[in-house]
């Protein structure tokens, strides 16, 4: 919301929708800081009661070939060099 009135306002250069966003704004900062703080704040002391356990056993595996033929590198045969 905070970030549709400014852009609204940056768009008609309204003072009004000006106003609505620094209002916004000041309201939607600290109550951010609040969430942040608690879910870290959970997490770090037990990340089960934030992520769900058949969630937390899914992984996603990242593959960075850094040079052609290294280790990891999974290219069919007959792939060139990209």
């Not at 000041?26 to 990340?47: H, K, T």
């Not at 009661?49 to 595996?61: F, G, H, N, T």
């Amino acid at each position: 919301m905070t970030f549709t009135a400014g852009a609204l306002a940056d768009i008609t250069l309204s003072s009004r929708m000006f106003r609505l966003k620094n209002v916004l704004s000041m309201c939607s900062a600290p109550l951010e800081c609040l969430i942040s703080a608690l879910y870290w704040g959970i997490r770090a002391v037990d990340p089960r009661l934030v992520v769900p356990a058949e969630l937390a056993s899914l992984s996603v595996k990242v593959v960075v070939v850094l040079e052609p033929g290294a280790p990891g590198d999974q290219r069919l045969p007959g792939q060139g060099a990209r």
